[in-house]
């Protein structure tokens, strides 16, 4: 069926450390993804995005890597700050223009 | 430059009344969708819309629900004779006509039913 899951559902990380968050996606013919992190009573803010042919994409503090062989996505964050706390989602499109399906969240807790 | 804005953030509803939910795109922002959000899950789509059409309303329960993006005005998602199970977070998101695909979201309407 359709999912898009995570493999932790928490994450605890010092605070300076890096953050690596990961996802399994079900359905090979996705062809685009995107990272969301929500925040408390806020709406999901995007993060970074990455299409089916490329294997990295690099951000500010952020990068996503897509395996497609093995359907998994993995986001990392360097020097993770206290402001990175929130919840991370993975999502994934099955054609351009269309609806996102998203995984169930990673809860991305980060110590002093 | 106003991001996606939805309206009213908070709603309280009784079983049996209606609830309408409003959702402002960026502006140039011609694509809606519609999210639904259950305490502790993720998002799960409902309804795409283009102005005056409903692209993909798969998510969409069958009864009492119901979408519009008409040529002038909000996107509104019409809950009829609300239950219990309606209480959750409805985001609505939204994508220029050109765009990669990221969808910007709003920050919620955040439905109770009592």
């Known amino acids: 069926g359709e999912s898009v899951g995570l493999h932790l559902p928490t994450l605890s990380v010092q605070e300076g450390d890096n953050s690596i968050i990961n996802c399994a996606y079900s359905?090979?013919?996705?062809?685009?993804f995107i990272w969301y992190k929500q925040e408390s009573g806020k709406g999901p803010q995007f993060i970074i995005d990455?299409?089916?042919?490329?294997d990295k994409r690099q951000g500010q503090r952020v990068t996503v890597l897509l395996n497609k062989t093995v359907k998994h996505l993995s986001l990392q964050i360097a020097a993770t700050q206290p402001g990175d706390s929130a919840v991370y989602f993975c999502?994934?499109?099955?054609?351009?223009?269309?609806?996102?399906?998203f995984g169930q969240g990673t809860e991305l807790s980060v110590k002093p | 430059n106003a991001g996606v804005m939805q309206n009213p953030r908070h709603l309280v509803r009784r079983r049996g009344q209606e609830a309408r939910l409003r959702c402002s795109p960026m502006?140039?922002?011609?694509?809606v969708y519609w999210y639904r959000q259950l305490p502790e899950e993720g998002l799960k789509f409902m309804v795409y819309?283009?102005?005056?059409?409903?692209?993909?309303e798969s998510g969409m329960p069958k009864e009492r629900f119901s979408a519009e993006f008409p040529k002038e005005g909000p996107s509104i998602l019409r809950i009829q004779q609300v239950v219990r199970g309606d209480s959750a977070a409805y985001f609505c998101?939204?994508?220029?006509?050109?765009?990669?695909?990221?969808?910007?979201f709003g920050p919620g309407t955040r439905l109770t039913v009592l």
């Open positions: 998101a939204s994508r220029s006509a050109g765009g990669e695909g990221e969808q910007f």
């Open positions: 359905n090979s013919a996705s062809d685009y």
């Open positions: 990455i299409r089916s042919n490329m």
């Open positions: 999502a994934e499109r099955r054609n351009q223009g269309g609806k996102l399906i």
């Open positions: 502006k140039g922002h011609s694509h």
């Open positions: 819309l283009q102005k005056e059409n409903i692209i993909d």
